[in-house]
């Protein structure tokens, strides 16, 4: 199954992991890459701990306001191929792909490549997808989709971001 998590609000990663948690409850093993994100956000030092759960980053901190690079491509292509190798391994039940929507949408990743990835997965696999800008060819494959849309964020008032909430 293929689920996809998306849209401009707040929760789609926290969604995933919430999903993770779950599995790994239930006995699964749990694959998390994250796309497009490094750096110690708060979530990471709990994974990290957990048995049954795998965290690997691909990205740079914060590359998304800054120009991008192609250490940029190159950190998501090398994220890429390890799901590939993943894939194949009977060693996760779920694989996590935070952010994958955001490495797609600045085209350090091509969808059509990722859309074959994801079609030669087996069906036993749970394969979770977040970021902003599904594109609608991921959306059209997926046996799930969810728009987390924004009415309301106190961001807007400008609060900034706060350890443990966002990060």
């Given at each position: 199954m293929i689920q996809v998590y998306t849209g401009k609000g707040k929760g789609k990663t926290t969604a995933s992991l919430g999903l993770a948690l779950r599995a790994v409850g239930a006995g699964l093993k749990v694959y998390i890459a994250q796309f497009c994100k490094s750096g110690r956000y708060s979530e990471i030092k709990v994974l990290k701990k957990i048995k049954g759960i795998k965290l690997e980053q691909f990205g740079?901190?914060?590359?998304?306001?800054?120009?991008?690079?192609?250490?940029?491509?190159?950190?998501?292509?090398?994220?890429?191929?390890?799901?590939?190798?993943i894939a194949k391994t009977?060693?996760?039940?779920?694989?996590?792909?935070?952010?994958?929507?955001?490495?797609?949408?600045?085209?350090?990743?091509?969808?059509?490549?990722?859309?074959?990835?994801?079609?030669?997965?087996?069906?036993?696999?749970?394969?979770?997808?977040?970021?902003?800008?599904?594109?609608?060819?991921?959306?059209?494959?997926?046996?799930?989709?969810?728009?987390?849309?924004?009415?309301k964020h106190y961001y807007r008032k400008g609060i900034k971001a706060r350890k443990g909430i966002e990060f």
């Open positions: 740079r901190a914060c590359f998304i306001k800054r120009k991008i690079l192609r250490e940029d491509r190159e950190l998501a292509k090398k994220g890429l191929e390890k799901i590939k190798k009977k060693n996760y039940d779920m694989i996590i792909l935070d952010e994958i929507n955001i490495a797609l949408h600045f085209k350090l990743l091509d969808t059509i490549e990722l859309i074959e990835l994801l079609r030669s997965i087996p069906k036993d696999k749970e394969i979770v997808i977040t970021g902003r800008y599904a594109p609608k060819e991921i959306i059209k494959i997926a046996d799930l989709v969810s728009e987390v849309k924004e009415i």
